[in-house]
């Protein structure tokens, strides 16, 4: 479209008070675009001030300096049709200083501000209006996979909300472990009394409703595809002949192979023939695969495998559904040692209520003489479930203590169990009839590659081994959501839960199929850029073939030819621009993000060259915890480093780093990447995007030693979103680390 520019400041929430409107306004015109102000843009009389001005002079690009753009988006959206950026003076700048003593504007609050409104305009000019990625064709029916109480529920649920839906269970009928059962827990006040299993209506229902197709004795033997657009073959259950599509290995890849350094993506896969040779299609897929019990062996003390009566809880759980359990039991919770208080492998709050309720079972079929032991480290029993707990306590014949458990031994017709460190102190030996050992609950997902992905990255979701196995790939903030996109997990797969927490779970997997399949239908990010217009554009005349875009994307969006070029998937994409951060080519950008957009928003920072009170330092900063902290550092008032510029990225796994030899270059005395910690105790928003950029920073510091420039210019800093308060103290500490190495050698040059 033709560009019509429209510049607009809001003069409110202090931005006045502490700022020169006029200098301000001279930066915005002197970047290319005249600005208007006014005293409250967000306002009706502030937006019809800007409609005014779109109705009579066609403005369709629009610059807004007032407030941050997490805040206020619809009084500052304009229509598809217009563009509008944001520049951030109100949170990033007047919020974090003051006038000075004598009333004056603090020059180097001013110089801040009008870098930022130089920085907007430079968007406004580099941005261009997106348009959307739309499918020629769009499938909408659902796959789940797995015929359990999760996908029963997730098929369930989709089917009610008028959706097709096949579901495949590789046994030859649904109802999975829940099948076993022989009561449930409760699931209603008083929380005291088991429940008889409801899972055959749940089966009834699903076989009654016409929207779902179900295959039983079917495995899912390849997905391909995209949201959308995935073609998925089936085979029989156990089938061992010959494979019709293997994962594609170019000759690079098997080198890595042969090398240990890549892993083979046909590996442990079997040969099989498919029912459906020329695969079938559908828009999105629930997970529902459930868990296996955990191995127990490895405890040798314990006795499992070589002594008769020692059984898992899966096991015993199968034995009381068939018939009466013994008189006396001892349920052992963790593994035992005094100086160990680690629970079994998996074990989780469900395995806790396990004990209680298979403990329950003793005394329900042996009422005068039954003896249920629970010998635990931990008892976790959360909400609801600690009503049935002290309802359990209350039993007779039910003993619960935390102890280690030293030794489980053969004494004539019983076993002995070795118990020390319990609450009274006293080391015990107990003479049971059974010893029940608490196996947790492992994904499937852990241990086989039960999704079957014709991805160039291979057939399972990468680095689970971070996760104990579970599918998520962003636990804490994007439940559901696996590192594939338009693949969503529930039950098992994502964690260990009860019924009826599995059941609310496969109705929220089953929600986020049905919002990927309308986003795709839209041709929209689905998350968690959710609604994003823009995609990955590249310019592959200029591509080298070196797939790192390939190898560093997190969601696997981009396959890729026999020569190595990028096959990209627009549906896949989850939108963060990593792919546009590994390019040494620089043939990656998005519509209202890109390489020359970043670049040139850097060099509209202006760098003093003879002041040397006036460093600058970049500061690029991930859009999902440095930038809100930020923001919140300003509403709380906190005074921020006036040397210092904030550029907004999408992911630190985003920066390209010529935009730091664009910073250096410039004159700018230090570069920082402030975005999301990673690690076992929290999460890059994009999975490993802050891992990603901090490797490359380690290589851009070999490349400014070469130069004669110190590597400690340029850093990362991992910052959560809750750090606010933290922010200054961080960034002060870096801006101190750059003034002690004094200016750059190359400013002015």
Same mark, same amino acid.
């Given at each position: ?14 931005i006045?008070?502490?700022? &020169?409107?006029?200098?301000?306004? &001279?930066?915005?015109? &002197? ?7 006014h ?12 409609e ?9 690009t ?5 407030c ?5 988006? +619809? ?24 006038? $000075? ?19 907007a ?25 797995? =015929? ?25 009928q ?7 059962w ?7 006040y008083?929380?005291?009394d ?6 055959q209506?749940?089966i009834?229902?699903v +076989?009654?409703?016409g ?16 949201? =959308?657009?995935?073609n ?8 061992t ?12 890849? $098997? ?29 999105a ?12 062996? $490895? ?17 015993f759980?199968?034995l ?26 998996y ?17 329900e &079929?042996?009422?005068?003489? #039954? ?17 049935f ?6 039993k ?21 169990v ?17 010893? *029940?050992?608490?196996a ?16 160039? +990255? ?16 962003h ?10 996109t =338009? ?5 098992g ?21 049905? $919002? ?7 041709g ?6 959710s =609604?994003? +217009? ?16 390939t ?6 969006a ?11 998937n ?14 040494p080519e ?11 957009m ?19 330092i ?11 902290a930020?923001?919140m ?15 907004p ?5 985003? *920066?390209?780093? *010529? ?6 270059s410039? #004159? ?10 990673h ?18 920073m380690?290589?851009?510091g ?5 130069l ?6 340029c ?35």
């Amino acid at each position: 479209m033709k560009k019509v520019y429209g510049a607009y400041l809001c003069t409110g929430c202090g931005i006045g008070d502490v700022l &020169d409107v006029d200098g301000l306004k &001279d930066a915005a015109s &002197d970047a290319g675009i005249e600005m208007k102000d006014h005293a409250c843009l967000c306002g009706a009389e502030g937006r019809a001030f800007i409609e005014k001005d779109i109705a009579e002079q066609g403005v369709n690009t629009i610059v807004v300096c007032a407030c941050s753009p997490r805040v206020m988006q +619809q009084e500052f959206n304009f229509g598809e049709q217009t563009i509008t950026v944001r520049g951030n003076l109100r949170e990033h700048v007047a919020w974090t200083g003051s006038l $000075q003593e004598d009333g004056s504007v603090d020059d180097f609050l001013q110089e801040v501000a009008t870098d930022y409104v130089r920085m907007a305009v430079t968007r406004a000019q580099k941005t261009e209006l997106p348009e959307p990625y739309k499918l020629e064709t769009i499938c909408k029916k659902i796959l789940v996979m797995g =015929g359990g109480i999760a996908g029963l529920t997730a098929a369930n649920e989709a089917a009610k909300a008028g959706y097709e839906v096949t579901l495949v269970e590789k046994e030859a009928q649904l109802g999975g472990k829940a099948l076993g059962w022989r009561k449930m827990f409760p699931t209603a006040y008083p929380y005291a009394d088991l429940e008889n299993p409801t899972i055959q209506d749940m089966i009834a229902e699903v +076989q009654g409703n016409g929207k779902i197709t179900v295959k039983t004795a079917t495995e899912v033997a390849r997905i391909g595809g995209s949201p =959308g657009q995935f073609n998925v073959t089936f085979k029989a259950a156990g089938s061992t002949t010959e494979w019709d599509a293997p994962a594609k290995v170019t000759a690079d890849q $098997q080198d890595l192979i042969n090398k240990g350094e890549l892993e083979d993506p046909n590996k442990g896969l079997q040969k099989y023939t498919t029912l459906n040779p020329a695969g079938e299609m559908f828009g999105a897929v629930v997970l529902a695969t459930g868990w296996t019990p955990a191995d127990v062996a $490895q405890y040798e003390h314990l006795g499992y495998g070589k002594l008769a009566n020692v059984v898992t809880n899966a096991e015993f759980e199968k034995l009381a559904k068939n018939g009466s359990v013994p008189v006396r039991v001892a349920f052992v919770q963790s593994p035992g040692g005094k100086e160990d208080d680690k629970d079994f492998p998996y074990c989780n709050s469900v395995t806790s209520m396990v004990a209680l309720k298979q403990a329950n079972y003793v005394i329900e &079929d042996n009422p005068v003489d #039954g003896k249920a032991y629970i010998l635990y480290q931990h008892m976790r029993t959360p909400g609801n479930a600690e009503f049935f707990y002290k309802s359990m306590q209350a039993k007779d014949g039910v003993f619960m203590t935390k102890a280690a458990v030293t030794k489980v031994t053969a004494g004539g017709s019983a076993l002995l169990v070795d118990v020390e460190d319990n609450l009274l102190g006293e080391n015990l030996q107990l003479e049971v009839d059974m010893v *029940v050992l608490a196996a947790g609950m492992v994904p499937t997902t852990a241990n086989a590659n039960v999704i079957n992905l014709a991805y160039r +990255q291979g057939p399972a979701f990468l680095d689970l081994d971070l996760f104990d196995g579970y599918a998520d790939s962003h636990f804490v903030c994007f439940p559901y959501e696996t590192r594939r996109t =338009g693949i969503y997990n529930c039950g098992g797969v994502r964690k260990a839960e009860t019924m009826e927490e599995t059941i609310d779970d496969a109705t929220g997997a089953a929600l986020k199929a049905i $919002q990927c399949l309308e986003s795709v239908n839209r041709g929209v990010a689905v998350h968690p850029r959710s =609604g994003d +217009q823009t995609y990955p554009d590249f310019f592959f005349s200029r591509c080298t073939q070196c797939k790192r875009c390939t190898e560093e994307c997190p969601f696997g969006a981009l396959d890729d030819d026999e020569k190595g070029t990028p096959l990209p998937n627009p549906t896949r994409c989850r939108r963060c621009g990593t792919c546009m951060g590994a390019c040494p080519e620089r043939i990656v950008n998005f519509a209202d993000y890109g390489i020359d957009m970043i670049g040139s928003m850097v060099k509209a920072v202006e760098v003093p060259d003879d002041n040397e009170e006036k460093l600058r330092i970049a500061v690029f900063v991930c859009e999902n915890d440095a930038y809100p902290a930020i923001d919140m550092s300003g509403m709380h008032r906190n005074k921020m480093n006036r040397l210092v510029r904030f550029i907004p990225v999408r992911c630190l796994g985003s *920066v390209n780093m *010529v935009w730091i030899k664009d910073a250096m270059s410039s #004159g700018m005395d230090g570069a920082l990447l402030l975005g999301c910690k990673h690690g076992d105790n929290y999460q890059c928003h994009f999975v490993k995007g802050s891992e990603i950029a901090t490797r490359r920073m380690e290589n851009i510091g070999e490349t400014l030693g070469s130069l004669g420039l110190e590597p400690e210019r340029c850093g990362v800093r991992e910052i959560a979103i809750s750090d606010y308060d933290k922010l200054p103290a961080i960034i002060d500490e870096f801006v101190e680390e750059i003034v002690g190495m004094g200016p750059n050698p190359f400013k002015g040059f």
